[in-house]
T-cell receptor, first 116, second 112 residues
Framework: GAVVSQHPSWVICKSGTSVKIECRSL??????MFWYRQFPKQSLMLMAT?????????EQGVEKDKFLINHASLTLSTLTVTSAHPEDSSFYIC????????????FGSGTRLTVV | AQSVTQLGSHVSVSEGALVLLRCNYS??????LFWYVQYPNQGLQLLLK??????LVKGINGFEAEFKKSETSFHLTKPSAHMSDAAEYFC??????????FGTGTRLQVFP
């Protein structure tokens, strides 16, 4: 089945630094990838939708200059949290849509970001 | 706009008992509906999905869900709970867009 690899699984960084999270589709081409943020004991909040080769579409209220998304190939999307602050600490999850069938969403295992 | 409502943020059952997790959707046209399971500090795993074919959908791990248009519901059931079923469950809807809209989730606890 389709597999999405998300890396790193956890990261601790200092305030003011930037962190990059990678999301790779291992055995399929993903025309569309999604980035979610999940606060403790809460649901997933869609942050942005990225399509290969074009700019990401951000949801209302999500700062695009803070959460930089790049989708340079059909198998890789990255989320960079710039100038991280403690309030950015959260669980980030990516999802990729499988190109051939188009009705499947495969999720990465998530990244726990802690900003100290 | 599409949305899903999950009634009950917590459900507790005894091992071997019936599991029923509720999900109601809001959509003006037949939606695609999904149930996902999430274990602590992990991503989401698809349990099953409804894509306008059979209304009774069977998924993995013995779970199934029935699409009821008249009730705008897509409740998740399992005849006999297992300890390993303890997790967070999310209902999600998608309609003619790429976006998945998630419910608020239901935490299932299974007691021995």
């Amino acid at each position: 089945g389709a597999v999405v690899s998300q890396h790193p699984s956890w990261v601790i960084c200092k305030s003011g630094t930037s962190v990059k999270i990678e999301c790779r589709s291992l055995d399929f081409q993903a025309t569309t990838m999604f980035w979610y943020r999940q606060f403790p004991k809460q649901s997933l909040m869609l942050m942005a939708t990225s399509n290969e080769g074009s700019k990401a579409t951000y949801e209302q209220g999500v700062e695009k200059d803070k959460f930089l998304i790049n989708h340079a190939s059909l198998t890789l999307s990255t989320l960079t949290v710039t100038s991280a602050h403690p309030e950015d600490s959260s669980f980030y999850i990516c999802s990729a849509r499988e190109w051939r069938t188009g009705d499947g969403y495969t999720f990465g295992s998530g990244t726990r970001l802690t900003v100290v | 706009a599409q949305s899903v409502t999950q009634l009950g943020s917590h459900v507790s059952v005894s091992e071997g008992a019936l599991v029923l997790l509720r999900c109601n959707y809001s959509s003006s046209v037949p939606p695609y509906l999904f149930w996902y399971v999430q274990y602590p500090n992990q991503g989401l795993q698809l349990l099953l999905k409804y894509t306008s074919a059979a209304t009774l959908v069977k998924g993995i791990n013995g779970f199934e869900a029935e699409f009821k248009k008249s009730e705008t519901s897509f409740h998740l059931t399992k005849p006999s709970a297992h300890m390993s079923d303890a997790a967070e469950y999310f209902c999600a809807v998608n309609h003619n867009t790429d976006k998945l809209i998630f419910g608020t989730g239901t935490r299932l606890q299974v007691f021995p």
